[in-house]
């Protein structure tokens, strides 16, 4: 990858979370990111793996950037599996959803 390549991937990227970070879903993204480990240690105790807490980020920040609809919000949460509900249960916002 050549660096001008490079500068054009990064500017895509940037503007991509920008509009993750500003869209539909903002407030949950927030609250999830505002988890601190030992809320979410506390929540699935003996999971030390935070792989499911990063994909829960990512399935929040995906639905805020493309505006779906809070039933398909829901239907990505719940394919996650029993840790992400779990986590997510914990916002308020998601809360709602589940």
Request: glycine content about 4%; aromatic content about 4%; overall charge negative.
């Amino acid at each position: 990858m050549d660096v001008e390549e490079f500068r054009r991937s990064l500017r895509e990227d940037l503007e991509k979370n920008r509009r993750a970070f500003e869209g539909k879903y903002k407030a949950e993204l927030d609250e999830l990111l505002g988890l601190s480990r030992e809320e979410i240690d506390r929540l699935v105790p003996g999971t030390t793996d935070l792989a499911t807490y990063e994909r829960l980020i990512t399935v929040v920040k995906e639905a805020s950037r493309a505006n779906v609809e809070q039933a398909e919000l829901k239907a990505r949460v719940e394919e996650l599996g029993d840790i992400a509900i779990r986590i997510a249960r914990h916002v308020p916002s998601l809360a709602a959803l589940l």
